[in-house]
């Protein structure tokens, strides 16, 4: 049955109530009234205000998946808000994982805001970064001679001890000391000892050293070499090229120049070392260089 222009207004009023009601009350029924269904037009539109209406509501509770399946300006609009805040929690979640490359184009004011926020957050987490290289370089590092320090050295070392286990590879040990230490501190001061240590400390470091060799500086003018997959005979031959060099060069400390030497104990890994037996036995043939003349390299025996 169709309603003409004779129909009385009161019909009229009512259609307009039921549309009224899809988008003003808080709750409306799920079926269109069945007194308004006959009417041209009426059905198709009660039903696209109420699917409109229920996908606005899905969307504002966060269901950005809610099926809009009519089409039209106002749904389309819907899907395409939807389609929008999809997208915008995908690159929340990027920038949760460290992406900060993400910006927004498509939402305003809001758009600035959220790329504000990202560019700050982008530049807090590198300043972070960087903190944390420094405090973890900070940690490890020997402040007078730039070198490991002795905690981080022997934790190098305990992952070459296991490394070394697992493979069964070998690996040897150099223990350095640097000869009438004490004497340079007493007669030249300590400034001059200082400098002492950290031109031992460039002879080392440019002695030829593989990238996967490591040292550092474990004691007063003590430092220790670990030389992976190297036997004794190689690592003694590294020790001598060391032993040499610094012999020939000078310390340079206020204008003057003076010369130190540096004796030296090697030892290899056997079966069943831990590190403290390992050590002990560089350590034993370096007092060996010592007693016997200084300047010079012995080797575990």
């Given amino acids: 049955m169709n309603y003409t222009s004779d129909e009385p207004l009161a019909s009229v009023d009512g259609v307009l109530k039921s549309l009224k009601t899809l988008l003003d009350a808080r709750a409306v029924p799920a079926e269109p009234p069945g007194e308004f269904i006959n009417i041209d037009g009426f059905l198709h539109l009660y039903e696209s205000l109420l699917e409109v209406r229920n996908a606005i509501l899905a969307t504002s509770v966060g269901d950005l998946n809610y099926p809009v399946r009519k089409k039209g300006y106002i749904a389309g609009t819907v899907k395409g808000l939807q389609a929008s805040l999809r997208h915008l929690t995908w690159q929340t979640k990027a920038i949760a994982s460290g992406d900060f490359t993400q ?28 903190r944390e290289q420094e405090l973890r370089k900070m940690a490890h590092t020997d ?12 934790e190098l070392m305990a992952a070459e001890l296991e490394r070394s286990r697992r493979y069964g590879h070998v690996f040897s040990v150099m223990m350095t000391d640097l000869d009438n230490f004490k004497s340079v501190n007493d007669t030249r001061g300590h400034g001059a000892g200082d400098e002492a240590l950290r031109t031992m400390a460039r002879i080392v470091q440019t002695s030829g050293l ?9 004691g007063g003018e003590e430092f220790a070499v670990v030389l992976p997959e190297t036997l004794i005979a190689d690592a003694v031959a590294v020790a001598e090229r060391i032993r040499v060099t610094l012999a020939k060069t000078p310390v340079k400390y206020e204008n003057e120049e003076f010369f130190i030497t540096v004796s030296i ?37």
Avoid: H
Wanted: hydrophobic share 35%; glycine share 8%; net charge positive.
């Fill in 103 to 130: 910006r927004v184009d498509f939402m305003g004011e809001f758009s600035e805001a959220f790329n504000a926020m990202v560019k700050q957050l982008d530049n807090s987490m590198t300043k972070l970064n960087m």
């Fill in 210 to 218: 593989r990238v996967n060799d490591f040292w550092g500086r474990i």
């Fill in 143 to 154: 402040p007078l001679t730039g070198v490991n320090n002795r905690g981080y050295f022997m």
């Fill in 265 to 301: 104990g090697v030892s290899q890994l056997k079966t069943g070392d831990v590190q403290a037996t390992l050590l002990s036995r560089a350590d034993e043939a370096l007092y060996r260089a010592k007693r016997t003349g200084r300047n010079k390299i012995c080797q575990e025996t």
